[in-house]
């Protein structure tokens, strides 16, 4: 249980910040801004459930908690040494990502296939879904690029890369099922 009683401690006055197993790195690490990225994802996130009703906000909410719990992950290195943690160790799993797949999945079904790509917009739930992607997209290259010099969990990119291909179709779903979805038409303003 995370118990806050105070909410500045003064300890990354430096510029260093410390992780969840307790080192200390450099504010501006590789690692900081991956887990900083998906808590913006979780932001942004929070603007959309401001216009979502239903199982849509029902939907977003999950996500945010997922969200923390990538941010948990994330910002604990080694997962060779989670055993020795004092603590169970917060990690993604597969039933996160599958759990995405299936609603995608489900909301896809009711869509129109694309013939061309579209802009962002629509509603405003749509709008705030596709701002979601963006950053969302944002956060998976960042932890693909600390995959590359640190151990991550695989199940974390797994979840980012799905979780941008969600907020599209969500953001087509908050189009009126698409029928509302604004399309580019290439070259129209030459």
């Keep these: 249980m995370v118990v806050l009683n105070?909410?500045?401690t003064r300890t990354g006055d430096g510029g260093e910040t410390a992780l969840g197993d307790g080192s200390r790195v450099p504010k501006f690490s590789v690692r900081v801004a991956a887990y900083g990225t998906v808590d913006e994802v979780n932001a942004t996130l929070g603007l959309a459930r401001l216009q979502a009703g239903g199982e849509m906000a029902a939907m977003l909410a999950r996500i945010?908690?997922?969200l923390f719990d990538l941010g948990a992950d994330l910002c604990r290195p080694d997962m060779d040494r989670d055993a020795e943690a004092s603590y169970p160790v917060l990690r993604m799993v597969e039933a996160q990502v599958d759990r995405l797949e299936a609603e995608i999945d489900a909301?896809?079904?009711r869509l129109q296939p694309l013939r061309s790509f579209i802009l962002p917009g629509g509603s405003a739930l749509a709008a705030h879904l596709h701002l979601c992607r963006t950053v969302c997209?944002?956060?998976e290259r960042g932890v693909v690029?600390?995959?590359a010099q640190e151990q991550v969990n695989p199940a974390a990119v797994k979840y980012l890369n799905r979780l941008s291909d969600w907020f599209f179709v969500a953001g087509r779903i908050?189009?009126?099922d698409g029928r509302d979805d604004v399309l580019w038409v290439p070259g129209a303003n030459r």
């Design 6 to 8: 105070r909410i500045y």
């Design 64 to 66: 945010q908690n997922d």
């Design 107 to 109: 909301m896809n079904a």
């Design 137 to 139: 997209r944002r956060a």
């Design 145 to 147: 690029e600390l995959a």
């Design 174 to 176: 908050a189009n009126d």
